[in-house]
């Protein structure tokens, strides 16, 4: 899911070999772009947004039927 909102490069799988790999650098690009970083969570967030209310109008739909 992380990659169908667009932080694909924020998800880090600690449970595998290497997955806290480039965490450091995220981190620290976070801390030297806040803005740009709230940007791309606010961004992640509009898109989560818009499918809920896309999942949730089918489900509605569905069961009006």
Same mark, same amino acid.
């Given at each position: 899911?992380?990659? /169908? #909102?667009?932080?694909?490069?924020?998800?880090? /799988?600690? !449970?595998?070999?290497?997955?806290?790999?480039?965490?450091? !650098?995220?981190?620290?690009?976070?801390?030297? /772009?806040?803005?740009?970083? =709230? /940007? =791309?969570? $606010?961004?992640?967030?509009? #898109?989560? $947004?818009?499918?809920?209310? !896309?999942?949730?109008?089918?489900?509605? =739909?569905?069961?009006?039927?």
């Amino acid at each position: 899911m992380w990659h /169908d #909102i667009g932080l694909n490069d924020w998800l880090f /799988d600690f !449970e595998q070999s290497g997955g806290s790999d480039g965490l450091t !650098e995220a981190v620290l690009a976070m801390v030297n /772009d806040p803005l740009g970083s =709230k /940007d =791309k969570a $606010q961004r992640a967030r509009t #898109i989560v $947004q818009q499918r809920q209310r !896309e999942t949730m109008a089918v489900l509605s =739909k569905r069961l009006a039927v």
